[in-house]
């Protein structure tokens, strides 16, 4: 009983093994695929249109302070590869401005209405960054191709 306490002891003294972390991969733009999800781009904001700003009406506001603004921003971004629409939320909108070269972190791919936008949610990240040296190929929209769900019958 005795050996087991100070086994316990020992252990809890011991510093925690310290936690590697990797270094992200980049993708191009012309890597994405639907459904896919962690993809880190580093990309130029071409053009930026507001599609919902919502904010509480007053007498909510005094009803709950939980409730908050609600924007949503359609971005057209891209790299060397091709371009890319880019749904920005909230706080995102005021990072996404046209001609800013932007990071994103742990994004995923959202289909709507049958074709592919970008998304960063709670465990991604927007991040302005210095401006890149690459021209952006705006000829390959990947938004444009429209993607359809075909069920496939299992042979019996």
């Avoid at 191009?28 to 880190?40: A, I, Q, R, S």
């Avoid at 742990?106 to 949610?121: E, P, Q, T, W």
Wanted: glycine share 4%.
């Amino acid at each position: 009983m005795a050996t087991a306490n100070s086994n316990r002891q020992q252990k809890q003294r011991q510093p925690a093994a310290a936690v590697v972390k990797r270094k992200p991969v980049f993708v191009k733009v012309d890597h994405l695929k639907p459904g896919t999800k962690n993809h880190n781009l580093i990309v130029k904001v071409l053009s930026f249109d507001t599609v919902l700003e919502k904010g509480p009406r007053p007498a909510a506001v005094a009803a709950s302070q939980r409730l908050r603004n609600t924007r949503i921003a359609e971005c057209l971004v891209g790299d060397e590869t091709g371009t890319i629409l880019l749904t920005a939320r909230n706080e995102q909108v005021d990072l996404v401005k046209p001609g800013t070269t932007i990071i994103i972190r742990n994004a995923k791919i959202d289909m709507f209405k049958g074709s592919m936008r970008l998304a960063v949610d709670i465990w991604g990240r927007i991040q302005v960054t210095e401006p890149a040296n690459f021209a952006v190929k705006e000829d390959n929209n990947l938004s444009l191709v429209e993607y359809e769900l075909v069920t496939v019958a299992a042979d019996e």
